[in-house]
C-alpha cells in the first residue's frame, strides 16, 4: 500500500544538537511538506518543496533546515538554532500545483528537548 | 496572510448524535479540505472539497466557495468519531496549505 513513512516515532534531543527526522513516501508525489503542531494548535508550514533538488521556505524555516535528493525522501533537521523545538512534526505530500488535490500525512515524530 | 476560522472550538456529545462543524475563510480559497487527527495525531484526509457537496458513509461535507465556507457534517457519532477535526485552504495562486484551529470533538459512550 502507498503511503508515507516518518521516523522516528519519537526523538529526545539534548540542547545544543541538531537531529534529523526522516520522511519518506511511495505515492509518488511529487510535492511534499513539512508541519510543526505544538499543544492545541494547528499546523504551521516549515519548509515544502514542489520538486526535487528544489525547496521553500514556509512560514517558520528559522532554526530548520531540509533537503530533496530524491522525489521519495524529504528529511527535515532540526538544528541548535531552533530555540523551542518541542513539538509534534508531521510531513505531508500530494501531487505539484495550485489544483493539489488531497494530502497525505505520515503518523508525525514527536520531538522532545532533554 | 489568509485567517481560517474554525467552529465551535469544542464539542461533547453522546454517542448517536449528530454534529456540524464549519469553517470560514477571510479570503477565496481552493484545495479545501478536512482532517481528522485521531488521538495518536495522524492526520487523515477525510475530504478534498474545493466546491459541491460530498458524501462518505457517516460524514458529508458541503463547500460554498462564493460565500468561503465549508461544512462537516457527522450523523449518528460514535466513539471512534473522537480527535481533532482540521479543515484547511489555499489561497488562489499560492502554494501554501492553510489550516484552521481545528474543532475538538468529544463522543461519550
Known amino acids: 500500500d502507498g503511503g508515507i513513512t516518518q521516523s522516528p516515532k519519537y526523538l529526545f534531543r539534548k540542547e545544543g544538537q541538531n537531529v534529523t527526522l526522516s520522511c519518506e513516501q511511495n505515492?509518488?508525489?511529487?510535492?511534499m511538506y513539512w508541519y510543526r503542531q505544538d499543544p492545541g494548535q494547528g499546523l504551521r508550514l516549515i519548509y515544502y518543496?514542489?520538486?526535487?533538488?528544489?525547496?521553500q521556505k514556509g512560514d517558520i524555516a528559522e532554526g530548520y533546515s531540509v533537503s530533496r535528493e530524491k522525489k521519495e525522501s524529504f528529511p527535515l533537521t532540526v538544528t541548535s538554532a531552533q530555540k523551542n523545538p518541542t513539538a509534534f512534526y508531521l510531513c505531508?505530500?500530494?501531487?505539484?500545483?495550485?489544483?493539489?488535490?488531497?494530502?497525505?500525512f505520515g503518523s508525525g515524530t514527536r520531538l522532545t528537548v532533554v | 496572510g489568509i485567517q481560517v476560522e474554525q467552529s465551535p472550538p469544542d464539542l461533547i456529545l453522546q454517542e448517536g448524535a449528530n454534529s456540524t462543524l464549519r469553517c470560514n475563510f477571510s479570503d477565496s480559497v481552493n484545495n479545501l479540505q478536512w482532517f481528522h487527527q485521531n488521538p495518536w495525531g495522524q492526520l487523515i484526509n477525510l475530504f478534498y472539497i474545493p466546491s459541491g457537496t460530498k458524501q462518505n458513509g457517516r460524514l458529508s461535507a458541503t463547500t460554498v466557495a462564493t460565500e468561503r465556507y465549508s461544512l462537516l457534517y457527522i450523523s449518528s457519532s460514535q466513539t471512534t468519531d473522537s480527535g481533532v477535526y482540521f479543515c484547511?485552504?489555499?489561497?488562489?495562486?499560492?502554494?501554501?496549505?492553510?489550516f484552521g484551529q481545528g474543532t475538538r470533538l468529544t463522543i461519550n459512550p
Open positions: 505531508a505530500s500530494s501531487i505539484a500545483g495550485r489544483d493539489s488535490g488531497g494530502y497525505t
Open positions: 484547511a485552504g489555499k489561497i488562489q495562486g499560492a502554494q501554501k496549505l492553510v
Open positions: 505515492l509518488n508525489h511529487d510535492a
Open positions: 518543496s514542489q520538486i526535487v533538488n528544489d525547496f
